[in-house]
């Protein structure tokens, strides 16, 4: 299927501008409406609409397996090692060491932990960061091994055919 050069020109900046959304949504998730999973899928929709349009192989923007392995691994050990921060230093996993709303740390521990905003959000921030980097990597992932897949079946279609004649 050939797409329109007009359609291309106009996806890849748009790509950018989503992907510039989603960041701005995990980032300020604490204050405002939304956090990690839906800036991780404004991300991964970019990222996603990329493929579409241009297909896997010339994609402008390329996430090799190991990068998608590696920020995945990011994600995943960045939300185990910020409950187990809690789970430690107060006996409840996921607790809020950044506001500390019971007095259970002493302050250089809350100190440590502490977001730099005037909203005192403690931990939650670096929450968003990380469940955003896995969402983004997991759905962009499952759609390029669907691309892949359907182009493998394809290809598996006209060996079938070449081998009957």
Known sequence: ???STILK????????????????????????????????AMI???????I???????SPIQLSHSFISNIE????LGYITLGLVG??????????VGTDFYHLLPTT??????????????????????????VFVGLSAIVIAFSQFKRTDED??????SNKN
């Open 87 to 96: 789970l430690f230093a107060s006996g409840f996993f996921l607790y809020n």
């Open 109 to 134: 521990m809350v100190k440590l932990f502490h977001y730099p905003d005037v909203t005192n959000a403690g931990i939650v921030p670096y929450l968003n960061i990380f469940v955003g980097l896995k």
């Open 52 to 58: 579409l349009v241009y297909g896997v192989e010339k």
């Open 9 to 40: 020109i106009f996806v890849f900046p748009a790509t950018f501008i989503i992907i510039c959304l989603g960041i701005l949504t995990i980032l300020g998730g604490h204050i405002t409406p939304g956090g990690g999973f839906q800036g991780g």
């Open 73 to 76: 691994s990011v994600g995943a």
């Open 156 to 161: 598996d279609s006209k060996e079938d055919k």
């Open 1 to 3: 299927m050939k797409l």
């Open 44 to 50: 991964a929709g970019g990222i996603i609409l990329c």
